[in-house]
T-cell receptor, first 114, second 112 residues
Framework: DAGVIQSPRHEVTEMGQEVTLRCKPI?????LFWYRQTMMRGLELLIY????????DSGMPEDRFSAKMPNASFSTLKIQPSEPRDSAVYFC????????????FGPGTRLTVT | KNQVEQSPQSLIILEGKNCTLQ??????????LRWYKQDTGRGPVSLTI?????NTKSNGRYTATLDADTKQSSLHITASQLSDSASYIC???????????FGGGTRVLVKP
């Protein structure tokens, strides 16, 4: 299995631009999570989906952030417009069923907003 | 205040030595506690998961302990290797759900 796939691995953009991060979960997994990691705040859950439905988006910072999961094998996290404080590493993780729900993380996307 | 506190923030050890990392949590109701290893530039990888009824679990040279009464956990690394240099993150899951609460991590550097 290829594991969780994220693209791009690195993204540099200017403030105000739209940024789209992509994630392909492990085949057969039914839960998908988006996390953000910074030096100051560590790892934070942004949103998670179960069976393609958003379950908890309380961690999404503000309306500039949106996430979609149109099918079981693809999800996007969009930031529009981007700001320098959005600079971070964004991780996608997936899991399947059986408690205690082991989560498998992707390699992350390092986003730099200048 | 973070519901998962880790100590120390960082430590340096010599190759071959042992070390112990600490994790205190206040997350409630408790479901399970995980230790993740995160190499620089990579995503976290699970080392152990312990539920309420488990008080120790090993994964090779890594041994985690859990005291659910005092809400404390430790991760012991035996005979450290250079490849153990990484951040180790304690993560606690609330009951009935997938949501994880992350500690700030302990950065371990193993020197030859």
């Amino acid at each position: 299995d290829a594991g969780v796939i994220q693209s791009p691995r690195h993204e540099v953009t200017e403030m105000g631009q739209e940024v789209t991060l992509r994630c392909k979960p492990i085949s057969g997994h039914n839960s998908l999570f988006w996390y953000r990691q910074t030096m100051m705040r560590g790892l934070e859950l942004l949103i998670y989906f179960n069976n393609n439905v958003p379950i908890d988006d309380s961690g999404m910072p503000e309306d500039r952030f949106s996430a979609k999961m149109p099918n079981a094998s693809f999800s996007t996290l969009k930031i529009q417009p981007s700001e320098p404080r959005d600079s971070a590493v964004y991780f996608c993780a997936s899991s399947f069923g059986v408690h205690p729900y082991e989560q498998y993380f992707g390699p992350g996307t390092r986003l730099t907003v200048t | 205040k973070n519901q998962v506190e880790q100590s120390p923030q960082s430590l340096i050890i010599l190759e071959g030595k042992n070390c112990t990392l600490q994790c205190n949590y206040t997350v409630s109701p408790f479901s399970n506690l995980r230790w993740y290893k995160q190499d620089t530039g990579r995503g976290p990888v699970s080392l152990t998961i312990m539920t309420f009824s488990e008080n120790t679990k090993s994964n090779g040279r890594y041994t985690a302990t859990l005291d659910a009464d005092t809400k404390q956990s430790s991760l012991h690394i035996t005979a450290s290797q250079l490849s153990d240099s990484a951040s180790y993150i304690c993560v606690v899951s609330k009951a009935a759900g997938n949501k994880l609460t992350f500690g700030g991590g302990t950065r371990v550097l193993v020197k030859p």
